[in-house]
Every structure is written in C-alpha cells, then in structure tokens.
C-alpha cells in the first residue's frame, strides 16, 4: 500500500503540481480539503508544509502531534536556523521550498 501525502500551501497550482509529482511517485494524495479528518484516521502518512513565517510553525507543531505523521516542513527560507526550527517544532524533516519536485519526494 502507498503512503498517503498531504500537501498544505496557500497557493493551489504549487500544491496541486507536488501532488501531481508525489501521485506519479507512488504517493497517494489528500484529495478533498478535509484535513482534521483525513488526519484522524489512524496510520501512517505524510503531511508536507510550506513555512513562510514564524505563524506557520504552529501547524507543523499541531501535525506533528498527531500519531503516525511524518511532516515534512518546506522552508521558504531554507537557512540552517529554519531547518533546526523545524526539527525543533516536531518536523521529521526539512527541506528548501523552491527545491526540484523530485528533491522533495
């Protein structure tokens, strides 16, 4: 079974074009916006989160809560002290937003 992926960015074509590229991976996508529910059932996913500011660390802590989540936060600002807040706020990983499409998967 392939694991299922969330992709959360405010802009739709940057969201859709990840999930078109992690769905040809093998990935399966979140394809309604019902993300509180999506997360609630129990196994492994994926969630990958665009982080703009210092207001989008709170999703990346509230995700990271949720049992059997692997986050992934996509740093606009990829400098070390991003990445380390990342890990700091529960990420599993870390990687530069405008990386290549099959960087990121």
């Given at each position: 079974m392939s694991l299922p992926v969330a992709v959360i960015d405010?802009?739709?074509?940057?969201?859709l074009g990840l999930s078109s590229?992690?769905?040809?991976?093998?990935?399966v996508p979140l394809e309604d916006d019902d993300l509180?529910?999506?997360l609630a059932v129990p196994g492994c996913?994926?969630?990958?989160?665009?982080?703009?500011?210092?207001?989008?660390?709170e999703p990346v802590?509230?995700?990271?809560?949720?049992?059997?989540?692997?986050?992934?936060?996509?740093?606009?600002?990829?400098?070390?002290d991003r990445h380390a807040e990342a890990l700091r706020a529960g990420a599993t990983a870390a990687i530069a937003w405008d990386s290549s499409p099959e960087g990121i998967v």
């Open positions: 405010p802009a739709a074509s940057y969201r590229v992690l769905s040809k991976a093998g990935f509180p529910t999506w996913k994926a969630i990958l989160v665009t982080v703009r500011s210092a207001t989008d660390w802590r509230r995700i990271a809560g949720t049992d059997g989540a692997i986050v992934v936060a996509l740093l606009v600002d990829p400098t070390p």
